[in-house]
């Protein structure tokens, strides 16, 4: 017996699960996409990229806008900055949504490449970094550079997650901290905010094109609502000590994925 669009139910659960273990870490520290694109593009072989992608993105925004919410019961994100930057990142992931029709994903591999070894090393070499909240600007005119910087690297990120996309959680978190000053945990709640928004502007592209598996979308998105939701709860208790670690776990495999794609190209 066979259910949505033709996935045996083997393949479902195997994607179920991916999608589960995509929501905890995404909720963590990002990079979710790294578990959940690769288990699509394996359960779906014969199915249009852009239909993988669109079909990734309705269950991605499911359980990080629970792991959002979740953070925001804690009291660990910063609204004032994750909103506007958020604004920012809708549009910039629209443009790069654009620009992605006529330059490819694969020209920005090398770049991502390295910025991925000078976050990854950047964190490395610095074990307080993130670890307590020192923010670089706030109050008075401070609070306006606190604000511009934070729309700035809301709509560049977001016009990378909509022009390629891997490790955009990942850059947004990393930002956050070394450039902005918070802490891991409270980096990682506004970068949700920030991914609802870039993953909300990806799925009205899609959507609007046909590119969705819905009944698939949503049955993976109620297994990321829940991995999202128990991975801020981590979060939140464990602190950005532990979020670091899966951080620079995360770093590692974005660099090894991006490698051999790059390798094999």
């Known amino acids: 017996m066979e259910a949505f669009y033709g996935v045996a139910p083997g393949i479902l659960a195997m994607l179920v699960l991916a999608a589960a273990l ?19 593009l394996v359960g779906l072989p014969n199915a249009e990229p852009a239909t993988v992608l669109g079909t990734n993105k309705l269950s991605s925004i499911i359980g990080t806008s629970a792991a959002a919410l979740t953070y925001g019961r804690a009291a660990v994100t910063d609204l004032a900055t994750a909103l506007p930057m958020a604004g920012a990142a809708f549009a ?27 976050v990854g090393a950047w964190t490395l070499v ?22 511009v910087a934070a729309v700035s690297m809301g709509a560049v990120i977001g016009l990378y997650d909509g022009v390629f ?24 709640a506004i970068a949700k905010i920030v991914n609802v928004s870039t993953n909300l502007a990806a799925l009205l592209v899609f959507g609007l094109g046909g590119h969705v598996l819905w009944a698939l979308g949503l049955t993976m998105g109620a297994a990321n609502l829940v991995g999202g939701v128990i991975g801020a709860r981590t979060a939140v208790r464990r602190g950005s000590a532990f ?10 495999v974005l660099l090894a994925k991006l490698t051999y794609d790059l390798w094999h190209a």
């Open 92 to 118: 910039g992931s629209a443009l790069g949504a654009a620009i992605a029709t006529h330059l490819p994903g694969s020209f920005f591999r090398p770049l991502a490449l390295v910025l991925l070894v000078v």
């Open 22 to 40: 995509a929501g905890w870490v995404d909720a963590v520290s990002g990079g979710g996409g790294l578990i959940q694109l690769p288990a699509l």
């Open 165 to 188: 996309g891997p490790g955009t959680g990942t850059f947004l978190v990393f930002g956050l901290v070394a450039l902005l000053g918070y802490s891991f945990l409270n980096a990682s």
């Open 243 to 252: 979020v670091r670690i899966v951080f620079l776990a995360v770093v590692g």
């Open 126 to 147: 610095r074990p307080a970094l993130g670890e307590d909240q020192d923010l670089r600007w706030h109050g008075g005119d401070d609070h306006a550079r606190h604000r």
